[in-house]
């Protein structure tokens, strides 16, 4: 996706006209990859393999400019969009009245009478900016945990699989977003940008399946997300759920405490050509390790508490 494709795109500044008695000489006009630091749609992916190393740490241009106009400390806002704005996508503007009415008090039963859990960092959320959600995968808790926890909707990207029976209606009415992990799922990753285009917060677990929960590897389409939603990235941490749910236990172990713990959302570096995979490859590993930092920081205890901890 180019900068002219997305809907934050600000309008051409108006130009006032030049004196009668003086013509102005018109200015060469500035090829548009100078002025967004991105390559033309159409230039074949070998073309900039030689620049694809060297990548701006800028945050995309519609970004900087909005933020330009507003006062300092204050988060950028989408713009709202009414339909999918993402060919493939299929998913519609989600009403998250659900989450706004129910997640309070399920939070409460799950966190005092099902489970020991805390939340942290609450504070570091941003409430009106799209936001990718990223966090370890070690249980099947990590998705609900997060969805629930967080100050704001998230909606998950789930596998397939898991789109069966009373689980699989429950996945649809929350608004979870099902990706099939044998093969590119285009309908799902537009789908999510389809929502982090109307301002919303997408949650991701980059490694792609349950495992130790370490960030020792990442998928490459949360890159993908990342670069093309024009958006910032939240890592999450979610400290001792394998401990609390281990494989093949039916119900969690409320002796053991959980933490779900927000750190500060950062920006990811955008590539002069962001349909290049080795350019993406590297923003993933830009993520993986800000990730892994992350989930480090939170298991030696040294997250700070946030105010509204329960």
């Known amino acids: 996706m180019t900068t002219a494709d997305h809907p934050l795109d600000p309008a051409p500044p108006a130009v006032p006209p030049a004196p009668t008695a003086v013509p102005a000489s018109p200015a060469p006009a500035e090829p548009e990859e100078a002025r967004t630091g991105l390559a033309r749609p159409g230039v074949p992916e070998g073309a900039a393999e030689g620049a694809e190393t060297?990548?701006?740490?800028?945050?995309?241009?519609?970004?900087?400019?909005?933020?330009?106009?507003?006062?300092?400390?204050?988060?950028?806002?989408?713009?709202?969009?009414?339909?999918?704005?993402?060919?493939g996508a299929e998913s519609k503007p989600f009403n998250d009245i659900t989450h706004r009415v129910l997640k309070p008090p399920v939070r409460q039963v799950l966190n005092h009478l099902v489970m020991s859990v805390t939340h942290e960092g609450w504070e570091k959320?941003?409430?009106?900016?799209?936001?990718?959600?990223?966090?370890?995968?070690?249980?099947?808790?990590?998705?609900?945990?997060?969805?629930?926890?967080?100050?704001?909707?998230?909606?998950?990207?789930?596998?397939?699989?898991?789109?069966?029976?009373i689980v699989g209606r429950l996945l649809m009415f929350?608004?979870?977003?099902?990706?099939?992990?044998?093969?590119?799922?285009?309908?799902?990753?537009?789908?999510?940008?389809?929502?982090?285009?109307?301002?919303?917060?997408?949650?991701?677990?980059?490694?792609?399946?349950?495992?130790?929960?370490?960030?020792?590897?990442?998928?490459?389409?949360?890159?993908?997300?990342?670069v093309h939603g024009r958006c910032r990235v939240l890592p999450v941490a979610c400290i001792n759920t394998g401990a609390a749910l281990p494989r093949g236990a039916r119900w969690p172990r409320r002796s053991v405490k959980v933490r779900v713990?927000?750190?500060?959302?950062?920006?990811?570096?955008?590539?002069?050509?962001p349909r290049s995979r080795r350019a993406l490859a590297a923003v993933a590993e830009d993520i993986r390790v800000r990730l892994a930092d992350h989930l480090a920081t939170a298991r030696a205890g040294a997250a700070l508490e946030s105010p509204g901890a329960e």
Not at 267 to 273: F, G, L, R, T
């Open 125 to 165: 959320v941003p409430r009106d900016e799209p936001l990718i959600f990223a966090g370890n995968h070690s249980s099947w808790m990590d998705g609900p945990l997060v969805v629930i926890e967080a100050p704001r909707t998230v909606r998950c990207l789930v596998k397939s699989e898991m789109y069966k029976g």
């Open 54 to 87: 060297s990548v701006a740490r800028v945050r995309p241009a519609e970004v900087s400019e909005l933020a330009a106009s507003r006062p300092a400390g204050r988060p950028v806002a989408r713009q709202a969009q009414t339909g999918p704005a993402h060919r």
């Open 174 to 226: 929350v608004g979870q977003i099902p990706v099939d992990r044998g093969r590119p799922d285009r309908a799902a990753l537009h789908t999510a940008l389809d929502e982090l285009g109307r301002g919303g917060a997408i949650g991701v677990f980059p490694e792609g399946t349950r495992g130790s929960g370490e960030m020792a590897a990442v998928q490459h389409g949360i890159a993908y997300l990342a």
């Open 261 to 273: 713990v927000f750190g500060e959302p950062f920006e990811v570096e955008v590539p002069a050509n």
